[in-house]
């Protein structure tokens, strides 16, 4: 059985990535910081599909815990799958963050550094020598990135969003020797928990959102979720490097 670990899946992309992966016949190693109750559910989900889940908590903010956290994995993969490797990595985790430029602080752009930036580079990092070769390794960036969804108020989060996307260039050269394929997935808006339940909390603005959108509605965690999900499968063994907007055609 492939493994695979995914973090930040106890809600939204993470979630539905994680339930995808164990459709597909993966055991999955899900990560939670702050929502356990949500990390439960998920292997609920799984385990009542038939699949295999095991949910680790991890702060992809504080990068003093990964060699804790790859000392829990090993001991999970032996335990529950009797394996010592693993074979996909989904950097997910993360946060949404809406500031204008000249409102952005210090304090605020270094905590995404930590969580947007530095975490999934150095989490992968401490990861790598548990991670087989022929793996594969996708990265959650966002189409705040590219020129689709330059939206005012993301210039920080957009731009660590972007330094993401060119990371992912370079892991999969680097790791290429190794035939571990990396890429990313730009999602449009999402309903997701991001920002505090913005969608739920501010329901006004998404027919907005549809209405620039070529496909007509907001995207759903699924949408993105099964997207990750089929960059890991064999079926795209070719593929690598690449960037994915998964946005339904926004501002098309």
Not at 93 to 119: C, I, N, P, Q, W
Not at 146 to 156: K, V
Not at 181 to 199: K, L, Q, Y
Request: charged content about 20%.
């Amino acid at each position: 059985m492939k493994v695979a670990i995914v973090s930040g899946a106890s809600s939204g992309i993470g979630q539905s990535t994680a339930i995808q992966l164990a459709r597909r016949g993966t055991g999955v190693i899900l990560t939670y910081h702050g929502n356990q109750q949500g990390a439960v559910d998920t292997v609920a989900i799984i385990e009542k599909e038939g699949g295999t889940a095991v949910a680790l908590p991890l702060d992809v903010g504080d990068t003093v815990a990964f060699a804790p956290f790859r000392e829990a994995v090993a001991a999970t993969l032996g335990d529950r799958w009797q394996r010592d490797t693993f074979d996909f990595l989904v950097n997910n985790a993360g946060f949404g963050h809406l500031a204008m430029f000249e409102d952005t602080t210090e304090d605020s752009f270094d905590t995404l550094v930590r969580v947007l930036l530095k975490g999934p580079y150095f989490l992968t990092q401490t990861l790598l020598p548990l991670l087989a070769d022929g793996g594969a390794i996708v990265n959650t960036t966002s189409n705040s990135a590219t020129r689709s969804g330059l939206e005012p108020g993301y210039s920080a989060y957009g731009s660590l969003k972007g330094a993401l996307v060119v990371l992912t260039r370079y892991l999969a050269k680097e790791l290429s020797p190794r035939g571990i394929r990396v890429n990313s997935v730009s999602p449009g808006a999402t309903r997701t928990r991001i920002a505090d339940n913005a969608f739920e909390r501010f329901p006004e603005v998404i027919p907005g959102i549809a209405a620039k959108t070529a496909l007509g509605r907001l995207g759903e965690p699924d949408d993105i979720g099964m997207v990750i999900a089929a960059l890991l499968a064999e079926e795209c063994r070719w593929i690598t490097a690449e960037d994915i907007e998964v946005s339904g055609g926004y501002n098309l």
